[in-house]
């Protein structure tokens, strides 16, 4: 096996079945990866991960100032693509949950945000990267945690002290004597639970699809020897199933995520009753 336990992939170990070697199963170890640069004792590095998020923003900051830099009115096929992306989370997303009226100065957050988590994401099936970002939790949670900013900030902005309380706690006095209950119930979800959850629910995902893939792909190079070769190629089949199926995930994933944001924020832009 590699000497590296760190960056265990399937091709860098030379254990197979029946050769007197256990199954090199992907684990915690498979989401840990030594510095590029600088030392990791000091937590001043440069790793993969800051890599590849530093290559999918300077990708997406990209494609978007070459499809628009000069606009037609009749489009080129870059600036129709781009032009489509845009479109869906502004009119699919933002103005079906928020509204034009309200939604439209956010629409440049939503997009931004649905473009560099898709990116992220899709590091998973690209050679070499081969790694979604957003399965080391640190990134959905910064980006939860300025969804949560905005939220908490938008409500105070828009309806005062008060009004945020209100919001918060989901006051209403038609709940009579479990007011109260209700009111601790709902103030822990949205200012406890709620970041947290948005969060771990585009980090679990990845982290479990990023898991099932380095199964099967380290499962099909490890069966390569005598009569394991044929439960090999059932591995294989299974490897891409599931990278076509991680495709699909990828995007919902990023689509659920801008979907929860555009929620909250016409939460904390919504009238109490």
């Known amino acids: 096996m590699s000497a590296d336990p760190t960056q265990v992939l399937a091709f860098e170990t030379d254990c197979h079945i029946f050769d007197g070697c256990g199954f090199p199963a992907p684990g915690l170890h498979s989401f840990l990866f030594q510095p590029l ?22 990708i997406i900051v990209g494609f978007f100032w070459a499809a628009f830099r000069k606009p037609k009115v009749v489009p080129g096929k870059l600036q129709m693509v781009a032009e489509a992306g845009y479109d869906f989370i502004r009119r699919g997303v ?26 992220m994401n899709l590091w998973s099936i690209v050679p070499l990267a081969q790694f979604p970002v957003t ?7 910064v980006l939860a945690v300025i969804v949560y900013i905005l939220w908490v900030s938008l409500t105070f902005k828009r309806h005062g002290f008060v009004g945020f309380f209100k919001n918060v706690t989901g006051y209403d006095k038609s709940l009579g004597a479990v007011l109260p209950l209700a009111m601790l119930i709902e103030f822990f979800s949205n200012l406890l639970v709620r970041p947290f959850t948005h969060a771990v629910r585009l980090f679990a995902n990845m982290f479990a699809g990023h898991t099932l893939l380095l199964l099967f792909t ?20 299974m490897t891409i199933v599931m990278t076509a199926f991680e495709l699909f995930i990828q995007a919902l994933q990023a689509y659920v ?12 832009l919504a009238e109490h009753h």
């Open 37 to 58: 640069w600088g030392d990791g004792d000091s937590n001043v590095y440069f790793n993969k991960t800051m890599l590849l998020a530093l290559l999918g923003s300077i």
């Open 218 to 237: 380290i499962a099909s190079w490890y069966l390569l020897n005598g009569i394991g070769i044929a439960y090999a190629g059932v591995s294989f089949i």
């Open 94 to 119: 933002v103005y079906e949950t928020i509204g034009k009226k309200e939604g439209e100065k956010y629409v440049p957050l939503v997009v931004s945000l649905f473009f560099f988590i898709w990116m």
């Open 135 to 141: 399965s080391i939790i640190s990134y959905p949670l």
């Open 257 to 268: 995520f801008v979907l929860l944001t555009c929620t909250y924020i016409q939460g904390a």
